[in-house]
């Protein structure tokens, strides 16, 4: 939609829902055609199979990819070579370590070597990544890969117990997308789009002098299900919760960012109902999800192939954490194998209580760019540093910045009672964390900065990990 962009920003809003319905009914035919309702199907199914039952879908995938990206794609035909490699010695998961990771710059390096031939680099369909590590990465690819992954959030959906569809449930949608233009002072902070039954939440705009107008018209509406950033949801509960409130919903969807505990605490007491989390790349390599068991996130085994490894490479032991790396099993236009993400997990041991045979993965809840290193070499996570702020009510929103290996800046937008003994508090409980020697800096700020994609990072570091 970028090239009708300053168009759609002058246009009236009525128009603004018009275009952005129009824009929703063309994007459908790419992402619910012909395969859509096959794959669909198939993820209904699969979901109960066996272990060696998901096993061996997974390796026939595996070698027709294999096959396509050696006869089609002039990187991989490459990379195969200068190994001695042939289609056949990689028949398994087992078997892809004797071929590279793959890595952002590789791809960047690659692009148009990474596109199975035949292909028109301009034509083919094309995604993004949000660019949160600083650094935009553009991918391509064939129809298959869009369908089946339409039909694997069409399946979390299901497992939400909530309907994804044209006549579905009435959805409220909290993401980065800039449908409200950015300089606009006064209601509507929101548009719809009719054909998905959806009203879109600007994230932009949430202050607490506009959320007022936000509720107002989601009462009016009634969305069954609130899908969105967890940041975007987050502000939503709490601003129910500071105003005694609730907005009684059927499922909360989180995806796109790192989930916290508070966030999800307080979003499901504020919307009474439970947050179904979800991960997905737009590489389209992975996918994984909560089941109504809630016991971490299923792997999507039929949509790729995942390992973790640690930072020699070696494949980690369950429950022991380590990168992502991940091979789409899906897009054919522009295999990835072995792509290696910026995110840590680790497979849970002991599966999920709902009995799929889908492999459980703990919460992506760190992306390696938003871990703290340390001067002795010790890496936080962010879930750790929410603790100091949890008995501060004062605190509307924070940020944490590590500018150097011993300079923490923290941001606060605080309410009219912010206190110098909180500051105090907040500065010697982080000590306690980081270390004395690590200096904690606390600015007052009227907002926290979001990236250009409207995603929220409550930890960014600066400091490059040893990993
Ligand atoms: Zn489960």
């Given at each position: ?22 824009y ?58 200068e ?16 071929l ?19 292909l ?28 089946f ?99 009684p ?17 307080l ?56 990168l ?23 497979i849970?041991?002991a ?90 800096n ?26």
């Amino acid at each position: 939609m970028s090239t009708g962009k300053s168009i759609y920003d002058k246009a009236p809003v009525f128009l603004q829902n018009l275009l952005l319905t129009g824009y929703s009914a063309l994007l459908d035919r790419k992402r619910y055609g012909r395969q859509f309702s096959e794959y669909a199907a198939l993820l209904e199914r699969s979901q109960w199979l066996s272990g060696p039952e998901l096993a061996s879908y997974q390796e026939e995938r595996l070698r027709l990819l294999i096959g396509r990206a050696y006869d089609t794609v002039p990187y991989y035909r490459r990379v195969f070579d200068e190994r001695g490699l042939k289609p056949g010695d990689i028949r398994t998961p087992a078997d892809l370590p004797k071929l590279p990771v793959l890595t952002r710059q590789d791809i960047k390096d690659n692009f148009k070597d990474l596109l199975s031939t035949g292909l028109n680099v301009k034509t083919v369909p094309k995604g993004h990544t949000s660019g949160t590590t600083g650094s935009p990465l553009e991918v391509c690819y064939d129809r298959s890969v869009i369908q089946f992954t339409y039909a694997a959030l069409d399946r979390h959906y299901r497992w939400a117990g909530c309907e994804l569809s044209r006549a579905g449930d009435r959805i409220a949608v909290a993401r980065g997308n800039v449908i409200v233009p950015l300089g606009q002072e006064s209601p509507p902070f929101w548009r719809y789009n009719r054909v998905h039954n959806q009203i879109l939440l600007s994230s932009f705009h949430l202050s607490r002098k506009n959320l007022g107008h936000y509720f107002r018209e989601l009462e009016r509406y009634r969305p069954a299900v609130f899908d969105g950033y967890p940041s975007t949801l987050y502000v939503l509960a709490k601003y129910l919760h500071d105003n005694g409130r609730t907005f009684p919903a059927k499922a909360v969807i989180t995806s796109s960012e790192t989930l916290y505990d508070f966030q999800r605490e307080l979003i499901e007491k504020s919307f009474g109902c439970r947050v179904f989390d979800y991960y997905a790349l737009a590489e389209r390599t992975v996918f994984a999800s909560e089941c109504s068991a809630h016991c971490g996130n299923h792997l999507y085994p039929e949509y790729g192939i995942t390992e973790v490894l640690d930072r020699n490479g070696e494949a980690c032991a369950p429950g022991e954490a380590g990168l992502l790396v991940t091979t789409g099993l899906h897009n054919l236009a522009m295999p990835l194998i072995r792509y290696a993400t910026s995110d840590m997990t680790s497979i849970r041991p002991a599966g999920c209580a709902c009995g799929r045979r889908l492999p459980v993965i703990e919460p992506v809840t760190t992306k390696a760019e938003d871990m703290l290193t340390l001067e002795d070499g010790r890496v936080i996570s962010p879930s750790v540093l929410t603790h100091p702020f949890k008995p501060l009510d004062s605190v509307a929103a924070s940020q944490i910045v590590q500018e150097g290996l011993n300079d923490i800046l923290v941001r606060i937008v605080p309410n009219s009672n912010f206190t110098p003994e909180e500051r105090d508090h907040l500065v010697k409980e982080l000590k306690a964390r980081l270390g004395e020697r690590v200096n904690v800096n606390i600015e007052l700020v009227n907002e926290v900065p979001r990236s250009r994609s409207g995603k929220f990072r409550w930890v960014i570091s600066n400091v490059k990990l040893g990993i």
